[in-house]
């Protein structure tokens, strides 16, 4: 079987032969499958047939919506991820949330590991340094923020697809995340001022990484051979 890192790679290659047109609207196709919270195996192999879709219909000279059958391609996207969720259980999607954790782990605790000893390695102060990573209430307050802002960025950008953007649109939603992004700044150093270095418990950092590297793998063997 071949693996999702080598479907992915493929699809990548050959969608550089769409033309600027039916590449915008495959681009659409990409981020609202991607997404919409299906296996990301069933999601790849689904564009895999679109992408294939888009290139038969360039060669034959008609629209990519005459050779699906509709006009409505995001409706035809919205069925495709419909049906494939009902055939879901609440363990389906257990070995993409595993390597989402694995990942998650791994990108906080190094992050924090060196912002953690950045004054000490920065002053050389050698004899200070540790291999332990602090769990203070500044990791937590992190995890509590970013995670949900990055489930709302995910439903954002699928929302967004198969849209006409036009200049003032964008520019009212780069002001809107300007806005957005300086009062979470705000707030976390608010926070980091106040309560955020009061530390919970500490771990080895390489312990840490062990568990993130070990859940990354897992999880995606777990969704290669499901």
Not at 49 to 66: D, H, K, M, R
Not at 118 to 140: A, G, M, P, S
Not at 186 to 199: A, D, N, R, S
Request: glycine share 4%.
């Amino acid at each position: 079987m071949i693996k999702t890192s080598v479907l992915i790679k493929q699809l990548n290659k050959s969608a550089k032969n769409l033309s600027k047109e039916n590449k915008k609207v495959f681009d659409d196709i990409i981020l609202y499958i991607r997404f919409s919270n299906i296996k990301t195996r069933d999601g790849e192999e689904f564009l895999q047939q679109i992408l294939e879709s888009f290139l038969n219909a360039e060669q034959q000279g008609v629209s990519i919506e005459y050779m699906l059958g509709t006009n409505d391609i995001k409706h035809y996207c919205e069925e495709i991820v419909r049906a494939y969720k009902s055939s879901y259980n609440y363990l389906s999607l257990s070995s993409e949330y595993i390597m989402v954790t694995g990942i998650v782990i791994l990108v906080f605790s190094i992050i924090n590991y060196i912002t953690q000893n950045f004054t000490i390695l920065w002053r050389h102060n050698i004899e200070n340094f540790t291999f332990y990573l602090n769990f203070d209430l500044e990791l937590i307050f992190q995890l509590l923020i970013i995670v949900p802002l990055f489930i709302a960025a995910y439903a954002y950008l699928r929302k967004s697809c198969f849209k006409k953007t036009t200049k003032r649109s964008k520019v009212k939603e780069f002001f809107i995340l300007w806005v957005l992004n300086v009062l979470l700044i705000c707030i976390m150093v608010v926070f980091i001022m106040f309560v955020g270095k009061i530390i919970l418990f500490r771990l080895n950092i390489i312990i840490v990484l062990i568990v993130g590297i070990a859940l990354y793998f897992i999880g995606d063997y777990l969704s290669q051979n499901k």
